[in-house]
């Protein structure tokens, strides 16, 4: 059985890059190009772990896991993969209930890892 | 004196017989007797004759009117000397033997004579004295009653044991003012010996410097006999001036007689250059309130008026005589301050200092002034506070240039302000532009990185045409990060002359079509519909300007419009201006935000959601002013932004 992943980015170029490197791994990829979006594949297509950008229109990534970990109680892996790099911005991504925080740019590998120790079999 | 007449008149009959003679002779004896007896009775003298050899004295009534003793009382010279006052009669006696035994023809004395009463009077006893041969044999001669000057005498005697006691000078004249005795204050301070001053008038003190009125005051006193005190400037024997203050009464008997002047005299020279000097201190005094670069004001407890300087009269408005004798509140002071002004000077009459405080003033033309004023009480000589003086200063452009230094203060305080506030908006926009710039660069640089990773981790399984697309995207997010860069830059320019605008002819449709080509290959979502109005083919302008003007209007309208996937692009000229207009449907700008949308950096507070570098605008703006063009923005939050941009066109 595959592993189903959740992306939740809305720059074309490196969501596509993302999908094809997940691909690579043997995942299943679910693209959503807004925060909205996300929540709705969330419900619909039920992941096994959420890899989220934090700036979105119509509804933020950390907006999106707000609300999975509080309105779904959702206990999902969360992995926030963000161009802002602040300490501020880790915590505030944390502290929404994200499991892991990842800057970009970050290499494919440190990606690849990160969803395989979140797994449950991991 | 009439026995020698009779001798004579005996001696004449003897030898003459003739009768007719006789009687006519002894008519003009009783006539001359006759005379004789009026002549002494019209004195008041005592007249004797005294034949030495037998004592025997005749009297005229003198005997009666001067003693009391009838006429026919037997008094011979043995009785007359026994009359003499026990404590003179040796006296009198020795020298009437020395005058004898010298043979001197005249004698004279001054003793008591007891008189029928009992009591002494004072006599002045004057003879004549014929010898016979050297023997005395007649004494003829009066006596004269001086017992009222003796008994002055002894009053005088008792004033003077006073008047010597004391260091004033005294002077005692007869009724006409000629000096009967001074006491020795006055020859100390005089130099004029009593012997010297006797019979003189006080006149001999006078001089050139003695005040005629003051002396006409002293006459008119006197002539009324009535007490008079005045200051006089005297002279001394030596002609040194000296001052005194000359207090004079006259002394009557019991019926109201006048029968001398006193004077006593308080030598006040030192006293009158003291008053002098005073009265030069306070003359200076005075000049120098008039006179004075100040204000000086002085007012009575009552507050009115009663001291006004002459620069208290420029400074004000109001002339001495304006003001005197009104209340100081009423004339000067704004009706609001009168209160305030009358408490204040209260308190001073009441002993408090007012020590350099501002009050405002008004001026007789009407203008505020303002006073910096200080007040202190005035006392009387006995320490009773009778008004106050107060002295100012008209402050006024002093003030007016305090104020006006204040107004510089505050307004340089307000432009250091703005200046420090425009500092921390640039460090917080700085701030922002690092952050902003990192995450607008991280985004394609990830894009890179990942495509860089995939293609060396995969590179022997992937087929031909997954390399090259990859390849694509790295050279794509290059080009990327390059617009963005040159953004930046743009937007970093300070002054919008420094962009250097290169002009070419463009064919603008041609332009227009390819621009909304680009924008739609890199965006993918939105519809752009063009309406085109332009009559001319060709137009004359900086290609690059005008794509990153209308790029960056373009995208923007894109961005912020997540919800609404069409915007509409104007393209008109209108005469000789070209108009670019982009209306958008999407989540607006805020009236807050678009005061300062065309700073470089500024992001509108309802984009945190949506990724951007804050340059667009910013851009816009200045390379439409690169342009000589112009920019206006309307936006209503939630409904939509209409951008339009102006440009001039020449052919």
Known sequence: MKWKILLIEDTEDLGEMICD?????????????????????????????????????VLSGLEAIKYIRAEAASSIP????????????????????????????????????????????? | ?????????????SANQNFQLVKELSEKLKMANQKFDWLTRASNEAMRDCDLPSGTIIWNHGLQSLFGYPNNKEINYTTWLSLIHPAERDNVMGELTNIFASRQPMWSSIYRVKCAS????????????????????????TMQDIDERMMGLAEIDRLSMVASKTDNLVIITDPNQQIEWVNQGFV?????????????????????????????????????????????????SQGEKYWVKININPVLDEAQNLL?????????????????KITAIARELSDLIANANAIIIGVDRNLYVNEWNAFASTATGYHKNDILGKKIATVLFHPMDQKKIESIFTKVLQGELFH?????????????????????????????????????????????????????????????????????????????????????????????????????DHLEKLAYEDVRSKLKKIEKQVVHMTSLLDDVIVAGRTETNSIPVMKTVVSLRQFIDKLIEDVKNTTHTHEINLYYDVALQVIETDEKLVQSILTNMLTNAIKFSPQKLSIQLNVQQQEDKLTLEVIDQGIGISEYDQLRLFEPFHRGSNTHSIAGTGLGLSIIKKAAEALNGSVILKSQIDEGTTIKVILPISV
């Open chain 2, 260 to 276: 001398r002047w006193v004077a006593v005299e308080t030598d006040i020279t030192r006293y009158k250059e003291y008053e002098s």
């Open chain 1, 78 to 122: 969360i992995i926030i993969l963000s161009a802002r790099s602040s300490p501020e911005d880790q915590k505030s991504g944390l502290d929404a209930g994200a499991s892991l925080y990842l800057r970009k740019p970050c290499s494919n590998s440190l990606l690849v890892e990160s969803v395989w120790k979140l797994l449950p079999s991991g």
């Open chain 2, 1 to 13: 004196m009439f026995r020698k007449i009779k001798d004579t008149v005996a001696n004449f009959f």
């Open chain 2, 356 to 456: 350099q405080q501002e009050l405002a003033y008004s001026h007789q033309d009407g203008h505020q002034h303002i006073l910096l004023i200080s007040a202190t009480p005035r006392k009387n000589e006995t320490g009773e506070i009778v008004g106050l003086i107060a002295v100012g200063h008209d402050i006024t452009e002093l003030t007016d240039y305090r104020n006006s230094l204040e107004e510089r203060v505050k307004e340089r305080t307000e432009e250091l302000k703005i200046a420090l506030k425009k500092e921390k908006e640039l460090v917080e926009i700085k701030k922002q532009f690092v952050a902003i710039a990192s995450h607008e660069f991280r985004t394609p640089l990830s894009t890179i990185h990942f495509a860089a990773n995939f293609l060396s």
């Open chain 2, 118 to 141: 009992g009591s002494y009077r004072h006599i002045f006893d004057r003879v004549y004295v014929l010898y016979n041969e050297n023997v005395p044999m007649r004494m003829i001669g």
């Open chain 2, 188 to 236: 100390n301070r005089t130099g004029y010996s009593l012997k010297e001053s006797l019979g003189k008038t006080p006149r001999m003190l006078q001089g050139a410097g003695t005040d005629q009125a003051t002396l006409a005051r002293i006459r008119k006193g006197i002539s009324e006999q009535r007490a008079v005190t005045e200051e006089v400037l005297n002279y001394t």
């Open chain 1, 21 to 57: 490197i997940l691909a690579m791994e043997g995942f299943e990829i679910i693209w959503a190009k807004d925060g909205r979006m996300g929540i709705d594949f969330f419900h619909t297509q039920k992941p096994d772990l959420i890899i989220t950008d934090m700036i979105m229109p």
